[in-house]
């Protein structure tokens, strides 16, 4: 018999907890032992659980207990858990985590640490889709050339409501809250941070890339306008938040922005609250991974699936995938190099003059557009629509800031990348 | 240094070959240890194939050679295959096998003989997809409600070419030959027998169940007209032929055969010769897992990603995913008590008082219509196209049977299941 203890019963520690009993049957078939949860730790012991372990506010009752076989951290936070899951790996105990910030910032620090002992994450990343196990496992053969990912349900719901209904961003922003998929303070969803997270997991398990978050570009949603989503429909495409990574050359960009896609992309047609995850690899092509990226059963799901996996098998495979360095020569390229196509709105008082002094900021900064579209945007002032050629982000940005300093030009302009 | 034996070098053979080369780099960090091919076994030695690897045409200067310690199985066929590969695990070699007919018929036996030896197969379901990895791994703490499979190119090919361009059945097989997309004879992919066989092996990992192809309803796509994708277009359904298992109380229901599906369902919007599966779990809810299923490189991706699972850990798992027998009680339910939604297209001659005798006999069946059209087939016939709300199967068989014998309709109603 496994004993596991889970530090952090909320949520999804309650599914794990849940899925262990319901589903005890086929879990003790395919791991080929009996799984129970003998303890669990908790900020506040005083409120009722109604759970039938053991239950401490001290994580080294866990930690110390040596019939303990697997640690679950589901603590969150970053320093905390790190110094938990360090003394647990340590003391001879196999970890199963959900913790993508702790990930983002420790991953290399705990595959060394993780020598000999199961460390597994699988639910760090997309919820209930096995996507480490396929990338880790699954795509192994392959150099990967990229990763595009709809990681944060919060932004596909919102940017899936804006398409299909046009509404505002606030108006939806306020429904989401209501409805209990956006937090009071959005940011660390709606601003790309948690897909930055699970990106950087996703690319070290690629490309053997280390990054922190502080190293890459990280952009959200909060300016995508009603406007953005006419242009997109107009044109065919639908706007996504995506977690990229790619190889370019011995460059990998990492990155995380709003992009326009054309919606006969299998990733543009993922809609609502759903994750999707996009992996081209040089011998296999293009695949796909779908499902919840959130919420407690799916979470669990994954976080079960690593404890069946331990508790069959014990340690079977480096952390992130490699033991030696993998594509060692690859450096993380610089935003300001990356090369993409470019939308921009830009909203401007309506006088003459003002098309040809835009037209020739964007031929001074080498910025060749494609499509322009003009239309109204209030009583005197219109909105330029413009999509560009392939360009590079630098000039992009050079360009953006001159135009954001003409007189007639209302606020910055707003860009979206084309994929 | 793991050394490598291929049984059947082919497209996929070759393909195995030059990834374990090209990729030589990051295979080897990903495995811990150099992979090599020693050696291959071909029918015809006096073809130049233009490898550097030793070539035989008997089997047995692998299976007899103590320095390979993995058997690649890609010879294809059953009988010959399994005695083959029962060899190989007697003698201590792991197998990696890409051949679903094998496993379509012996997958329980080789599960026995490979107590102590890996046996791998991700390349025999749905090419470059690692759904074996997904079902077996990643979703291993789920009961599984439901598996629906886009898992044949050629089918889905045709089927999304009759959709786009308005064609007829014949016209698109033919040109799915020229571009070699289908074969001379191509029963085994359009008479959904190709699908049987991945779907028989899917079933096992999520169910523990037994079947072979004789025992489960596997029906093609040949009878589908422009008519049927005409309804299917005006109602919102895609057509595609699906391998589904799903879970209803203590049975089973394994079947293959063309689905209206609508087309807002995620499985629905694969399209081309790509491959998807959807797989409900309990808990996780929907996942989709979408990919190429065929091709040399990708099928060989898969091959190589269980190369470098059996070299970094051996057997690290039973080979269907369980031990102790799974979900033991289930039963593979019979076909005539499955229900369903049913699309009919009756080709009847332009008389009076048909309508009526048709209805009549839907009655007298348990029958319920849904929605119908009519439209003029030729000069004096026309098509009734029928959908009907949910319904036994045994009924609508019945019901068909004796709409067959009108004197007034021209050929046996086609009947298309509604998902």
């Known amino acids: 018999m496994i004993k596991v203890g889970i530090i952090g019963v909320g949520t999804v520690g309650k599914s794990v907890i849940n899925i262990l009993k319901d589903n005890a049957d086929i879990i003790s078939a395919r791991a080929g032992v009996d799984i129970v949860v003998k303890s669990g730790v908790v900020k506040n012991l005083s409120k009722d659980r109604g759970l039938e372990i053991i239950l401490s506010d001290n994580v080294d009752d866990i930690l110390d207990d040596s019939e303990i076989d697997i640690v679950v951290e ?40 993780a020598q000999d002992m199961a460390f597994e994450y699988e639910a760090s990343v997309a919820g209930g889709i096995p996507i480490i196990n396929a990338l880790r496992d699954g795509l192994s053969a392959n150099h990967i050339k990229s990763i595009m990912g709809i990681m944060n349900g919060t932004c596909n719901y919102m940017l899936t409501k804006m398409m299909n209904e046009d509404v505002e961003y606030d108006a939806i922003l306020k429904e989401a809250q209501e409805l209990g998929y956006a ?13 930055a997270h699970k990106l ?31 242009f997109a429909k107009e044109f065919g495409y639908a706007i996504k938040l995506l ?82 360095p993998l594509e060692g020569e690859l450096k993380l390229k ?15 008082s309506d006088k003459t003059g003002v098309l040809a002094k835009i037209s020739k900021i964007f031929e001074e900064n080498n ?16 909105n330029l629509l413009i999509s560009t050629h392939i360009a590079v982000e630098k000039d992009i940005q050079n360009m953006i800031e001159r135009i954001a300093e003409l007189e007639f030009v209302n606020f910055k302009p707003v860009m979206i990348r084309v994929i």
């Not at 790190?82 to 702790?102: M, Q």
């Not at 690629?206 to 952009?219: F, Q, R, T, V």
């Not at 047609?269 to 919840?292: P, R």
């Open 183 to 195: 937090e009071a303070d959005p940011t660390f969803d709606v601003g790309g941070f948690d897909t």
């Open 74 to 113: 589901l603590m969150g936070g970053v320093d905390e858990a790190f110094l938990v899951v360090k003394k647990a790996l340590r003391s001879g105990k196999a970890v199963v985590t959900a913790n993508k910030a702790l990930l983002a910032y420790h991953r290399y620090e705990l595959q060394d640490i």
């Open 200 to 230: 950087l997991i996703l690319a070290s398990i690629a490309y053997g890339i280390d990054a922190k978050p502080e190293d890459i570009l990280i952009e959200g949603i909060q300016n995508i306008s009603a406007d953005d989503i006419a």
């Open 334 to 348: 610089s935003i300001d190099t990356i090369t993409s196509k470019y939308y921009l709105r830009i909203n401007v």
């Open 367 to 382: 910025i060749s557009i494609e499509t322009m579209l003009q239309r109204p945007a209030s009583k005197d002032s219109a």
């Open 243 to 324: 977690g990229i990574a790619r190889k370019t050359n011995n460059e990998v960009e990492l990155r995380v922005h709003a992009c326009l896609i054309s919606k006969d992309e299998m990733i543009a047609k993922i809609d609502g609250v759903m994750n999707g995850i996009s992996v081209v690899g040089d011998k296999v092509g293009e695949t796909l991974y779908y499902g919840a990226g959130a919420g407690g059963d799916a979470t669990a799901s994954a976080v079960v699936a690593n404890i069946i996996d331990i508790a069959r098998s014990g340690k079977s495979k480096p952390m992130l995938g490699f033991d030696k």
